[in-house]
Every structure is written in structure tokens, then in C-alpha cells.
T-cell receptor
């Protein structure tokens, strides 16, 4: 299994509070991604990173920010959580061979509930 | 219209059945096609990868791509209860690291 750790795995928070999810990898892969998965919507890309301090927006980036100060860590921040951000969040990594192999390695997911 | 359409199911079949899962897409530039399998409360994992049109077989699994119809399929032969999972199609148009576009996933149950 690819060395990807997401934390926290479960979190319940209240509307308006800030939340940070962490993705830590031990594979030294260049590319890191944050997805959210919701019933009826499938997997949707929030933000991704193609190197330290290099990030780009995905399909559903509003209300989210990211940071990557080290190769191994990719943080996803909800500045002021809303109930619509209740979801399961997945971190994924790739080694730059995405087109060659199609392989994204996913973490176990972080289940966030915003009350 | 979403770029990738996938029937969410759920699909329930008896053990031993042949399962057909499908996705359609609208972007004719897609060239790289994948199927991911996701067990309950786990992250997705790559099952099959195909470049351009044609078939690819791996054990009981066969992936087909028909670019003229913008249609991809995953066939599972002799389905087993352990195949019960959600299957997501994914695709990309770029030879670099353009993020994948996923379908919504089809939930499959194989009944013993």
C-alpha cells in the first residue's frame, strides 16, 4: 500500500469554524490531490499540487484553500466551514506517471461533518 | 452535461454472473481511460488502465474503449461476492499530469 496518511479520519465541527485536513505521504511523489466524495456527485477535485508551493484549483475549489510547504505534506483548509462541506475527503498522490499508468494512490479518507 | 456520465446503480447480480459496467463521455480529446474499484469506507484503487481504443483483459476483468461512440465498458466474468464494491470510471486527455475526470461510480453487489 502507498504510504498515505490522512488526519483526522473523522471530525465533527460547527458551522463557521476553521478546519484543516492533513495529508502526509512517504512516497516522495510530486503530485498531490484533494477530492471530495458525495452521494450523487462522485469524486470531485478540490485542489491539487504539482510541487512544493505549486498548487492549482480544481472543479469545486470555492471555500477551500491548500498549502504545500514540504513534499510530504498537503493541507486542505476550510476557512469557515459550512454544512455543504459535509463530505468524505480523499487525498491522492501520483508520481508523475499519471498518463502512463493512470494510477492515483488514494488515502483512506477523512469524514467531515459540519453541524 | 457532465463530461463523464455513469449510472450509479445500485446493481445487484447473483454470484457467477457476467457484469457489465459502462460510462459515456462527451470530450473527444480523452485518450486515457481507467477503472477504479472502491470498497466501502476505503479509498479507490486502480483496477484497469487503457490507452486509446481497444480491449484489455486482466483475469476476470475486461476493459473496452470505443472512442467513436465515446463509450467505455468494464466486464467482470464469473463475478464473486468479493467483487461487491463501487466502480468508478476515470479518464484524461493529457499525456502529462492533468487531473483525472471521474464518473459518479456504480455500486455493485454480488449475491452468493
Amino acid at each position: 500500500d502507498a504510504g498515505i496518511t490522512q488526519s483526522p479520519r473523522h471530525k465533527v465541527t460547527e458551522t463557521g469554524t476553521p478546519v484543516t485536513l492533513r495529508c502526509h505521504q512517504t512516497e516522495n511523489h510530486r503530485y498531490m490531490y484533494w477530492y471530495r466524495q458525495d452521494p450523487g456527485h462522485g469524486l470531485r477535485l478540490i485542489h491539487y499540487s504539482y510541487g512544493v508551493k505549486d498548487t492549482d484549483k480544481g472543479e469545486v475549489s470555492d471555500g477551500y484553500s491548500v498549502s504545500r510547504s514540504k513534499t510530504e505534506d498537503f493541507l486542505l483548509t476550510l476557512e469557515s466551514a459550512t454544512s455543504s462541506q459535509t463530505s468524505v475527503y480523499f487525498c491522492a498522490i501520483s508520481d508523475g506517471g499519471l498518463a502512463r499508468t493512470g494510477e492515483l494512490f488514494f488515502g483512506e479518507g477523512s469524514r467531515l461533518t459540519v453541524l | 452535461q457532465k463530461e463523464v456520465e455513469q449510472d450509479p446503480g445500485p446493481l445487484s447480480v447473483p454470484e457467477g454472473a457476467i457484469v457489465s459496467l459502462n460510462c459515456t463521455y462527451s470530450n473527444s480529446a480523452f485518450q486515457y481511460f481507467m477503472w477504479y474499484r472502491q470498497y466501502s469506507r476505503k479509498g479507490p484503487e486502480l483496477l484497469m488502465y487503457t490507452y486509446s481504443s481497444g480491449n484489455k483483459e486482466d483475469g476476470r476483468f475486461t476493459a473496452q474503449v470505443d472512442k467513436s461512440s465515446k463509450y467505455i465498458s468494464l466486464f467482470i466474468r464469473d463475478s464473486q461476492p468479493s467483487d461487491s464494491a463501487t466502480y468508478l470510471c476515470a479518464m484524461s486527455w493529457n499525456s502529462g499530469n492533468t487531473p483525472l475526470v471521474f464518473g459518479k461510480g456504480t455500486r455493485l453487489s454480488v449475491i452468493a
